[in-house]
């Protein structure tokens, strides 16, 4: 649905992962409410292992949501780098990934990826 971005909130002097609405679907009323659904729905939780919703908006058209930005790389980038995960890496991190969805299944948030 869209685009995320390194980004400078300036008023507060810190890093954000600010998510960009595709443009062609800006126009798609339907694509819009589910990117609104998606931060208003989000924004609420507080969890260790889901970032927090800053804010949501548009500026001359572009409609954007600014997450919380976590410092770091993605485990595709770390299994490329240091190798296979040990079984005890994989159980931690699963864990983890599980109780983030846990939350959010009990918010009635379904995570589609």
Known sequence: ???????????LG?????????SNLAEDEQYLKRFRAEA?????????NIVSV???????GVHYIAFEYVRGFNLRQRIERE???SEEECIRIAT???RALECAAEA??????
Do not use: F, W
Request: charged share 15%; hydrophobic share 40%; net charge neutral.
């Open 14 to 22: 810190r890093n954000v992962a600010l998510k960009i609405l595709r």
């Open 54 to 60: 800053y804010s949501i908006g548009e500026s001359e």
């Open 96 to 98: 983890q990934v599980a």
């Open 1 to 11: 649905m869209g685009e995320v971005y390194l980004a400078s909130q300036v008023s």
């Open 40 to 48: 208003t729905a989000i924004a609420p939780i507080n969890h260790p």
């Open 83 to 85: 190798g296979p995960l």
């Open 108 to 113: 009635g948030i379904i995570h589609r990826d």
